[in-house]
């Protein structure tokens, strides 16, 4: 861990203060458009509008950095996440807070896309896998920093949109004055959605699934607290503690998703998801009930993430695994992108307690449609023959996936040599 941090400190310190500033203008936006009288539809589109940007992104930038390279890619798209920032409390508007959201959309999947290049670039297959644990961790620091931020300043003023701006800007920093740009760009020819679907549809249905979950709850979550008259402290708390209990999580389903059958593991998860959500909506306006189920949401929906990636990985030759992560992350997109729409219909009909009706209902999908596909197909992989789950954000770009599939390959390749080291003995 010593030897990624002398390497990397200057792109993690940078890491560090973007995802303050992206976890701030998210909840600041849900809690400011109350203070507007936007309607929850329209607070819906806007925070659809992110994921709609954060899905082309995922596929323009890596072609714009071979065209241009890292440094000039990461600059202009930094500066201009700054600028809309900057732009938001002086553009009140709906039509132009969708606008915004679109382009830093775009704009943070390019900045991700660009440092975790550097990143993966700089460590080797020893250091990969604690490099990607200490990146995931550093993001969710930011972002639960950030909430708690949200209390500094007033909510209808400048400064608050004024603080991730700087913070954005003074990112660029550590991160283009110390890491070196890489000498080339590729990223893995992706493998066609009809074979990663015929080769799990459980891990690509359960993708979509979770898209719009994790949408609900990096967009819509704010909405929903202002919607049942919650204070800007309790907003922060709330929202501070999906992250909390989604970092907190990781690792012991991590733990056990390489000791036993993954699709029990999903099911249970998923589960308990649904159970979380089911509380919070009998709890009513019960604070305490509300952020039990806002922890449940985030300590399930995350892992599960990283969990039906490694679960496809176990229906994939080695050679497909990297070529997989692009489809998957493409399937969690477009539900990401429904996802506020969805949940803002919900309450805009059955009122804020929609938000837990959204979730809870696709956290139940999830599980009777794992339990249809067991029922459908026996599990391929036996216990102990299933590997290296690695901890991956549900806001991970490309290359953060993929990073996580050369963690997964390479322990699998070293448990197979350990394996036939003690056959041959």
């Not at 606008?99 to 290049?117: D, K, L, N, P, Q």
């Not at 020819?189 to 015929?198: E, G, N, R, T, V």
């Not at 009777?368 to 789950?389: N, Q």
Request: charged fraction near 10%; include cysteine.
């Amino acid at each position: 861990m010593l030897q990624v941090l002398s390497s990397s400190w200057a792109l993690l310190l940078g890491m560090f203060m973007l995802m303050i500033g992206n976890g701030l203008q998210g909840t600041l936006l849900g809690v400011r458009g109350e203070i507007e009288g936007f309607s929850t539809f329209s607070m819906s589109i806007i925070m659809s509008a992110y994921f709609v940007g954060f899905l082309f992104a995922s596929r323009m930038v890596p072609e714009m950095i071979r065209r241009v390279g890292h440094v000039r890619v990461f600059a202009a798209l930094g500066s201009t996440i700054s600028a809309v920032l900057i732009l938001y409390p002086a553009l009140t508007e709906p039509w132009a807070w969708v606008i915004g959201r679109v382009v830093i959309g775009f704009c943070f999947c390019g900045v991700y896309v660009t440092a975790e290049s550097w990143l993966n670039n700089a460590a080797n297959n020893e250091t990969r896998g604690k490099a990607l644990s200490l990146y995931m961790i550093v993001q969710m620091a930011g972002i639960v920093l950030a909430q708690y931020i949200l209390v500094l300043g007033d909510v209808d003023g400048f400064i608050l949109f004024i603080i991730p701006s700087v913070l954005v800007s003074l990112a660029f920093a550590p991160i283009l004055l110390s890491v070196r740009p890489t000498p080339a760009f590729e990223t893995t020819k992706p493998l066609s959605l009809k074979d990663l679907i015929a080769a799990s549809p459980l891990a690509c249905m359960g993708m979509f699934i979770l898209g719009g979950v994790f949408a609900a709850q990096f967009g819509m979550s704010a909405v929903y607290g202002t919607r049942v008259g919650l204070s800007i402290g309790q907003i922060s708390f709330m929202v501070s503690m999906i992250y909390i209990a989604a970092l907190l999580a990781q690792y012991p389903i991590g733990w056990l998703s390489d000791r036993m059958d993954r699709r029990i593991l999903i099911l249970a998860t998923s589960a308990v998801g649904a159970v979380g959500a089911i509380v919070a909506l009998l709890g009513g306006n019960s604070f305490a009930l509300i952020v039990a189920g806002a922890a449940v949401m985030g300590a399930t929906s995350n892992p599960l993430y990283a969990l039906l990636i490694a679960y496809a990985n176990d229906y994939l030759e080695h050679e497909d695994m990297a070529a997989a992560s692009a489809g998957l992350l493409f399937i969690n997109g477009v539900g990401a992108v429904a996802g506020p729409l969805i949940v803002g219909w919900f309450m805009e009909m059955l009122g804020p307690q929609g938000f837990w009706v959204y979730v809870g209902a696709l956290m139940f999908g999830l599980t009777v449609y794992g339990l249809w596909r067991m029922m459908r197909r026996p599990s391929r992989a036996t216990v102990g023959d299933s590997v290296s789950y690695a901890p991956v954000l549900a806001n991970a770009s490309p290359i953060a996936v993929e990073v996580a599939q050369e963690v997964y390959i390479d322990a699998e390749l070293e448990e197979q040599n350990v394996a036939e080291g003690t056959n041959d003995g």
